[in-house]
């Protein structure tokens, strides 16, 4: 799933390539893909292409006013073309879901890999009008975000820290990848108690959430969209690195599993030594 760092460079890549372009067409390869219905896919037809925007994990092209906003969720992705084909998508027919023509004979395509289908896109007058943004928490680069304010958030908070940071309604933009990498930076289990952590603990935190995201957007800036996945998976610490040497004491990266998703750390740095409990395989063990 593209995070925070993959979502502004795909912002970065569609506002220099959409600079001076209009929305020609939208064509709806998967009708559910589309969460509204008014204003309808024509409205943004003829419309030039003011800006575009990042959300938390939310792109926003602002088109004279009405807004196409989407989440790529988990197995969704943006695919440009400087000149798209002719033909009309087919419902159905490959994997695209949504494509946008522009005035040049470019665009792009939103596809969808697998069979859960999650990718998400709306058409809006305010993007505030999409409940996943509406209900954001506050984006962890913005100046406003300060160490207090990050404390404050914490406080008083029982669930695992780990949770936390991927909590959208919390903070904006970290998923499972960087919410492993932040914590293995910051030497602190994904199971320990947010409200419980300690002032020195909270600031070693703040500073890793910062700087992890920070050189993470720094490393993603000005690749093409097609280079974003192969480049975010190459400067994971621990995600997805299960069995791997940790790159900071050499101990072997572990992992625990969930029904559908998983998270990897370090025990020597995280857990004192101490390796966490796997309760997926604990259960294929009995």
Known sequence: M???????????????RTAGLAITKVELASFNVLKTFDPPPQALEGSPIDGVSRHG????LDADGTHLVFHLAR?????WSDALPTTVVRPGK???????????GSGFDLT??????????????DPREVPGIARLGPDPLADSFTRDEFGRLLDGRRMQIKGLLRDQEVIAGVG???SDEILHVAKISPFAIAGSLPPEVVDRLYA???????AAVRTASGKPAAELKDAKRAGMR???RTGEACPECGDVVREVSFHDTSLQYCATCQTGGKPLADRRLSKLLK
Do not use: C, M
């Not at 197995?75 to 695919?79: D, E, K, N, T, V």
């Not at 490959?94 to 040049?104: E, K, N, Q």
């Open 208 to 214: 890793a959430l910062r700087e992890t995201l920070s």
């Open 176 to 178: 499972n990848a960087y």
């Open 94 to 104: 490959s994997p695209i879901a949504l494509r946008v023509r522009l005035s040049d």
């Open 57 to 60: 994990k939310f792109l926003d």
């Open 75 to 79: 197995a969704g992705w943006l695919r």
């Open 112 to 125: 969808e890999a697998g069979t859960k289908k999650s990718l998400a896109a709306y058409i809006v007058r």
């Open 2 to 16: 593209p995070e925070l760092p993959e979502v502004q460079a795909l912002v970065d890549f569609l506002a220099e």
């Open 238 to 240: 621990v995600h997805g």
